[in-house]
């Protein structure tokens, strides 16, 4: 798939500290691109250079197979990490003036910002100055003007700090329906909740070096073990267990069951299939549970990090 958006070696130093060494990253088009890092990883110096408002050091980025220059601003809708409205203005002003900015006339801003707003339920907004919404409130606004003139790429830093899980889920969902539209998403987080169900690529960045990159089920099937929780009925417990123990390599499992089951997790060779030890087990008891450990966003993060350090 054609890429959307390359960076080729960018690197970043304030002063002496380097905050973003020789990152290159590869966005296809139509994704939905997870930058993840702890804080302080380069993340936010990344997004800034991409927006040409940090120009790098060294290294280029291409926007369509274009070398990055001032127009391709209004190609990009960026939600900053510092959310900044004017806190005097009135929202609907605001919104209004923002969206000009952004290339839209002023019919056409009314238009989709009457459609946003009645969208979120926030139309009893429009009068009201930012300084009386809640940080979550005015969050939902930016975000709105963000996305407005439906630029091909959007940027959301840490789009989800803020908002409560509700509004949280409101911002994933719209996100997703934006991807299905059309457009190619990026966003940065240094909480793994929301990456699971949201990216289909992601970068890992770790004090300013990338430390893993590419389509999110590739490196899911690199990090699995050939691990199966299984969990079977049977008569002797005790007893299987230890059997078990002789065959494969068995350890406890924790999870939930309403009756008494035999818990455990599976690790298999290379050789052995999954069939096998399904017949197996169904030999022993009743299999009531049988599936692969598939690993978390999360526990890949805390991995390649620790593998890292
Ligand atoms: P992240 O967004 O991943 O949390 P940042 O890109 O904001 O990280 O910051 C990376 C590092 O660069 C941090 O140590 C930060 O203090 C430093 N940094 C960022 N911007 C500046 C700046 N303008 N001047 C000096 N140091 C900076
Ligand atoms: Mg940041």
Known sequence: MANLLEVQQATKQFGNF??????SIQVPKGSIFG??????????????????????????????????KPQHIRDIGYLPEERGLYKSMKVGEQALYLAQLKGLSKTEAKERLKYWFDKFDISHW???????????????????VTVLHKPKLLIFDEPFSGFDPINANVIKDEILQLRDEGATVIFSTHR???VEELCDHIALINKSKKILEGKLTDIKRAY??????????????????TTLQ?????????????DDQLKMKITLDNNTSSNELLQYLSDKGQVMR???????????FIKTITENE
């Open 126 to 144: 429009w009068n009201k100055k930012i300084q009386e919404l809640s940080k979550g409130m005015a969050q939902k606004v930016q975000f709105i």
């Open 18 to 23: 380097t905050a973003l060494q020789d990152v």
């Open 35 to 68: 930058l993840l890092g702890p804080n302080g990883a380069g993340k936010t110096t990344l997004i800034r250079i991409i927006n040409q408002i940090t120009l790098p050091d060294k290294g280029s980025v291409y926007l369509d197979n274009e070398l990055l």
């Open 246 to 258: 002789d065959k494969f390599n068995v350890a406890p499992a924790d999870f939930k069951t309403i």
């Open 224 to 241: 699995k073990s050939n691990t199966f929780e299984v969990g079977l009925l049977t008569e002797n417990n005790t007893d299987l267990y």
């Open 290 to 300: 049988f599936n692969e450990v598939i690993p978390g966003v999360n526990e890949i």
């Open 192 to 194: 793994m909740e929301s």
